[in-house]
């Protein structure tokens, strides 16, 4: 069992930084790849990032690349997504999940354990 909470997450001015953490619980935190999801309102969840067990493997959808970096830290538990260069349409519930498998496509059948979310909202 693994339990995910996001923090970081506010009111940030187009072209402002945030950065979101997620901590995880349970010892069994390096078997898992870790990911980021978001969704906007009246939108679907959407695959944001991802970094695999051993924090040398990297994905993201093209509308972040360039501007969003994740990294893990395995003694800690936790998980980071950097978000610079923010627009309006970053804006949506981001939530962080765990998955058993990694791939360089997740969908949201992918992760095996989600955490509650944390809002982020860009203005412009």
């Known amino acids: 069992q693994v339990q995910l909470v996001e923090s970081g997450g506010g009111l940030v001015q187009a072209g402002g930084s945030l950065r979101l953490s997620c901590a995880a619980s349970?010892?069994?935190?390096?078997?898992?790849?870790m990911g980021w999801f978001r969704q906007a309102p009246g939108k679907e969840r959407e695959f944001v990032a991802a970094?695999?067990?051993?924090?040398?493997?990297?994905t993201y959808v093209d509308s972040v690349k360039g501007r969003f970096t994740i990294s893990r830290d395995g003694v800690k538990n936790t998980v980071s997504l950097q978000m610079n260069s923010l627009t309006p349409e970053d804006t949506a519930v981001y939530y962080c999940?765990?998955?058993?498998?990694?791939?360089?496509?997740?969908?949201?059948?992918?992760?095996?354990?989600w955490g509650q979310g944390a809002q982020v909202t860009v203005s412009s």
């Open positions: 999940a765990a998955s058993r498998g990694y791939t360089n496509s997740w969908s949201t059948n992918l992760p095996d354990y």
């Open positions: 970094v695999n067990w051993s924090n040398d493997r990297t």
């Open positions: 349970g010892r069994t935190f390096s078997r898992y790849a």
